[in-house]
């Protein structure tokens, strides 16, 4: 028989992308098709996972407004792959905006003056009213001034007896205040009067350096006998009634008023085991969360931080998430927060304005930290401690990007917060950013868990505008290693324990080729035992850099415009390295032994026109070290259009300076660039209140100890004080009256007798009138603590 050949059939399993649509005229019964699309999110949600077959898919949003019922959540059941992932964007050339709230529909009446009147939706509840996009101001004393540096507009008396008898019943209004060191804030909710009038409040936990409100920053809101001014609102639960202030101007019958509604418009729930992967979200608008002030409880180790753990955009075990091209604004909390585990979270071209809290945060599980504390004055002993470094769990973000984004105007609500904050965390790049107009801090790392981290080509200036003590970049590294009680950290780095400062930051935080301006502290502020840092190639145009103490630091090629370095309360043997840096002004340190770390030298001092390079001997005289430091002009090329290239021949380049790209900070993306604010340059008439004169340094006798002015916005900061007061113990000798009481060298004294000393002139006053029989009583700072003690017999 003839052979036959068998042909079988090939099957070929072709991989489609697929595209859906959501418009606002939609309906969920339709196809998703562009002509016939779903009104929701969730149908379109459920369109993805629902279809067969593999490849990439996109939902298109048309233009228009969603809002959201409730918060669309993403599980490992909406994931898709590398070769077919998920993306969620606005249509080409659309404006799609996710929101949380709801619109009003209101029919208004006079009520009073100017104020109208509108009967709202029965058990409506929102903390924020929009009009026309822009968010309002709650009824609120004092009222609304945009030219107060302090939470818009600040009041002593904000919540005093004598206001409080004006209203009816507060519950439901709140109290805003500055902590009393500047060091953030506070935030309590009302609950009524007392029989004699006072306000009764509860809260006041958003801050871990736990010492009282300011007694005079301070604002309430939410108290309807306050609504007096334009742009102000109360809500009347009881009744349903919504009472507004229109602006001069507004049409309010025809305008747009929305409510909000959801805490999170999206999250992604996933875990370690069973991540949310390969969801993206694309050029979306976000808008309307609520505010989350009250539930920022939960203390970040030993910095002065707490956290809520949420935001407009929640993420807890998600892998390759994009977010990008998304506008995220005026959300009432924080826009981005990044949760837990985490891995290769990207955030690209995002334009987050005027969010309550943070901008994007990376923060991880306290549980997966060695030996965690969680506040500023607790201790350890190395006998106790695990001494394995890096994390015990991988519950943390880790391998994330913050990148071409532009962010300002955050902490609108809540001041100890930045446009980045990192906590518990490893390998987050932060890079061409423009970060500007914040009351802390640009970008925050809150200790040294577990380092990685790299901040470069970006441009963060007008920080620490509403607090103190701070710099536009801000760290601590209250690690293990830092104040362990059976240790001399003085000697550490010279025995078998020298690596345990890098327990926690086990791999370097890099800062490089960036451009900063503060003008309310440090361009960049290592604060308490931050380790382990290469910072070079950065710009720094007026507070200059402090390193406060720690260990591993290595700060070269920088140029440190009108200011200096600034070394506070060194340990000895630090090993850290300050070369080839150009500096405008000598040395600013504070209570540094000398000689200064590894290595100091090689540094420029910058003497316009001169032009015969001399040795650094006020530098040499300071550090114990610079011996090849030189002053002169270090000839750059245009200063005027910020432009800080030195010229061939000059001085600095035979020290080893290297010029690096003054042209390559901020945004790249055109639209964000396009709108990007850029930092004040230097000028001549510019007066650096970091390194300006402080008050008069003159010493005096006082119960025999050597005593004078705290000086300056450093020993501010050196002291950890609440402002440029109080008088400093120079020296305490032995045999004196102060020793013997117990007074030290480098205590503050601000109290005598239960009276507050501001200055030396009044601790003078003091001792007028004391007799041998007497006893004065004295408060002191001491390691930002308060002491207490008695000196007996005369004061001078």
């Known amino acids: 028989m003839p052979s036959r050949l068998l042909l079988l059939p090939i099957v070929c399993f072709v991989s489609h992308a697929a595209d859906f649509w959501v418009g606002p005229q939609g309906r969920d019964a339709n196809p998703g098709t562009k002509a016939r699309p779903f009104a929701t999110f969730v149908a379109a949600q459920r369109a993805v996972a629902q279809r067969k077959g593999g490849g990439p898919v996109t939902v298109h949003f048309l233009a228009g407004k969603y809002y959201l019922p409730q918060t669309v959540v993403f599980t490992d059941k909406d994931s898709g792959s590398k070769d077919s992932p998920i993306t969620y964007m606005a249509d080409e ?19 009073r003056g100017e104020i109208m009147q509108a009967r709202a939706p029965a058990g409506m509840e929102s903390d924020q009213l929009f009009v026309n996009g822009e968010r309002q101001h709650m009824a609120r004393y004092p009222n609304v001034d945009p030219a107060a540096q302090y939470f818009d507009g600040w009041a002593a008396d904000a919540f005093s007896k004598e206001r409080a008898a004006r209203w009816a019943d507060p519950s439901g209004g709140f109290i805003h205040a500055m902590h009393l060191h500047m060091w953030g804030d506070y935030h309590y909710a009302i609950t009524g009067k007392d029989a004699d009038g006072n306000v009764r409040y509860q809260g006041g936990w958003q801050n871990n350096r736990q010492m009282g409100m300011h007694d005079k920053y301070r604002f309430v809101e939410n108290i309807f006998e306050e609504l007096d001014a334009p742009g102000e609102w109360y809500l009347d639960r009881k009744t349903s009634t919504l009472y507004f202030y229109p602006p001069k101007g507004l049409d309010l019958p025809h305008a747009t008023v929305e409510a909000v509604r959801l805490r999170h418009l999206i999250e992604f729930r996933g875990t370690a085991e069973r991540p949310v992967k390969w969801v993206n979200l694309k050029g979306l608008t976000f808008r309307h969360a609520a505010r989350t002030f009250m539930d920022n409880k939960e203390p970040l180790l030993r910095s002065d931080w707490t956290t809520y753990r949420g935001g407009a ?31 290769r979270i990207v955030v690209r071209g995002a334009h987050i304005a005027r969010a309550g809290s943070n901008g994007v945060a990376f923060v991880g599980d306290p549980k997966a930290v060695r030996n ?6 607790q201790t350890q002993s190395v006998k106790n401690i695990d001494l394995k470094p890096g994390p015990q769990t991988d519950n ?118 960036n451009r900063w301006r503060c003008d309310h502290g440090w361009d960049v502020d290592l604060d308490d035992g931050s380790s382990n840092y290469r910072i070079y190639n950065n710009l720094f145009l007026n507070g200059g850099l402090k390193l406060r103490e720690g260990f591993y630091r290595t700060v070269e090629n920088n140029i440190m415009v009108n200011n200096s370095f600034h070394p506070h309360v060194w340990y000895g043997n630090s090993q850290d390295t300050f070369h080839r840096n150009v500096l405008f002004t000598v040395y600013q340190p504070i209570r540094v032994g000398k000689p200064w770390g590894k290595e100091c030298d090689l540094n420029l001092l910058h003497r ?189």
Request: hydrophobic share 40%.
């Open 93 to 111: 050339g659309a404006e799609a905006v996710i929101s949380g709230g709801t619109r009003l529909s209101l029919q208004w009446k006079p009520w």
């Open 372 to 377: 965690p504390l969680f506040e500023y004055g």
């Open 608 to 796: 316009p026109g001169k032009t015969d390079p001399a040795p650094a001997l006020f530098l040499q005289a300071q550090s114990g070290l610079d011996q090849h430091s030189i002053e002169a002009d270090a000839l750059f090329v245009n200063p005027a259009i910020g432009d800080y290239r030195v010229k061939d021949g000059s001085p600095a380049l035979k020290l080893g300076f290297q010029n690096f790209p003054m042209d390559q900070f901020g945004v790249r993306r055109p639209a964000l660039k396009a709108i990007a604010r850029t930092p004040k340059l230097p000028g001549a008439d510019d007066r650096n209140v970091t390194v300006a004169p402080g008050r008069d340094k003159a010493t005096r006798v006082w119960a025999g100890a050597t005593v004078r002015n705290v000086s300056g916005l450093g020993e501010v900061s050196a002291y950890g004080l609440p402002g440029e007061v109080g008088v400093l113990v120079v020296d305490a000798p032995a045999g004196s009256a102060a020793a013997a009481a117990g007074l030290r060298k480098d205590d503050v004294i601000f109290l005598v007798n239960g009276n507050t000393v501001a200055s030396l002139p009044e601790l003078l006053r003091s001792a007028r009138g004391q007799t041998a029989t007497m006893k004065t009583r004295v408060g002191v700072f001491r390691g930002q603590r308060v002491s207490e003690m008695e000196i007996a017999g005369p004061l001078q």
């Open 396 to 513: 943390y973000p880790s391998d994330s990007r913050v990148e071409d984004s532009l962010i300002y105007l955050s902490g609108r609500v809540e001041k100890q917060t930045a446009p980045v904050q990192i906590s518990m965390a490893s390998r987050i790049t932060v890079s061409h950013c423009s970060i500007y107009d914040t009351p802390r801090a640009g970008i925050n790392i809150s200790e040294g868990t577990w380092g990685g981290h790299v901040i470069e080509y970006s441009d963060i200036f007008d920080t620490v505008k509403e607090t103190g003590d701070h710099g536009s970049f801000n760290s601590w590294g209250r690690d293990r290693y830092w104040n362990l009680k059976d240790l001399d950290l003085n000697t550490i780095t010279l025995g078998d324990q020298r690596n345990l400062p890098l327990l926690d930051v086990v791999e370097p935080n890099i800062i490089r080729n």
């Open 313 to 343: 955009l929640f993420l807890t075990g998600a892998e390759d998430v994009t977010i990008e091209n998304c506008f995220i604004d005026q959300v009432g909390g924080n826009a981005i927060f990044v949760n837990m585990y985490n891995r």
